[in-house]
């Protein structure tokens, strides 16, 4: 309850979630029949990279605006740098005017497409919750396809699924504050899985000492029955358990060819994110697909 993500807005956890998002939800796009998104641990929807929280960490210096420092950002990474110009109409070709950074729910809201779309948004903290209702209805007006719950995002993934329309993805991405958030986040998934088997679950996770979270990996997808692959981006060597070397997303159900997709976007990522030596990225298969 006491993390926020405003001091984190924008940093290369964030560069990367999105520019996979973003993927996915081009995937489900390619067919015309209507489909149900859910972010599970949403957020406030938008946040103000002047405020006194970004500016404080700073992250998205070392995040989303190296990435944009790259000329070759654009051709890249078309969906990501596409959205952000979206949300900033003055944004400099180089990032640097970049003033709002998306988040999840403003990605997810600017997919929907017909009447028959949903879009499902939770979150637990009280004072979010209030932004982030305010957020979508001042970006998206008070659109009837999308729902804004004030609830813990572990227990809503018990009751929005399997959703309706049956077709769509859910992303989770919590805190990981408590002691034992990685593993009831594999709990969860496992058993929305076991719910909903077709259904595309996108997680992410941060990553600090690697041993340790593919240990989680390997447990995660040992309660899985379908195609899942993990895709990271270090910032530096992942020894040291004390800080986030990096971040990550287990993928179930991924789009077909999706690493093929991503490796030249992962490929210009670790080069424009890294910080110190050891750094790296990686497209691993947790559960091979039939």
């Known amino acids: 309850m006491n993390y926020r993500h405003a001091f984190h807005a924008g940093n290369a956890g964030d560069v990367l979630k999105h520019v996979v998002l973003l993927e996915l939800l081009a995937a489900l796009q390619r067919k015309p029949n209507p489909v149900h998104l859910i972010d599970s641990h949403a957020g406030i929807g938008c946040y103000d990279l002047a405020s006194d929280e970004a500016q404080r960490g700073g992250e998205f210096r070392f995040g989303v605006q190296a990435a944009l420092a790259d000329t070759a950002a654009p051709r890249i990474l078309p969906a990501y740098v596409a959205a952000l110009h979206d949300l900033n109409p003055g944004l400099r070709d180089d990032g640097s005017s970049l003033q709002v950074y998306p988040g999840s729910p403003w990605l997810l809201a600017r997919s929907l497409r017909g009447p028959e779309d949903r879009l499902s948004l939770c979150e637990l903290h009280p004072q979010d919750v209030i932004a982030l209702k305010r957020t ?44 034992d958030e990685f593993a009831a986040v594999a709990r969860s998934v496992q058993a929305a899985h076991r719910r909903w088997p077709t259904g595309m679950l996108a997680v992410w996770y941060p990553i600090k ?59 210009f990522l670790g080069s424009r994110l890294a910080r110190e030596a050891g750094a790296g990225t990686r497209i691993e298969t947790l559960v091979p697909g039939a």
Not at 152 to 161: I, M, N, P, Q, S
Not at 162 to 171: D, T, Y
């Open 136 to 179: 979508m209805t001042a970006e998206f007006g008070r659109d009837p396809r999308i729902a804004v719950h004030h609830r813990d995002g572990f227990e809503a993934l018990k009751g929005l699924t399997p959703p309706s329309p049956r077709r769509g993805l859910v992303l989770i991405d919590p805190a990981y504050e408590a002691k």
């Open 209 to 267: 000492e690697q041993k340790t979270v593919d240990v989680w990996k390997a447990t995660l997808a040992g309660g899985l029955g379908a195609e899942t692959i993990a895709v990271e981006l270090t910032i530096r060597a992942a020894r040291e358990a004390k800080q986030m070397n990096g971040s990550g997303l287990v993928i179930v159900n991924p789009p077909w060819q999706l690493a093929a997709t991503l490796q030249p976007m992962l490929d």
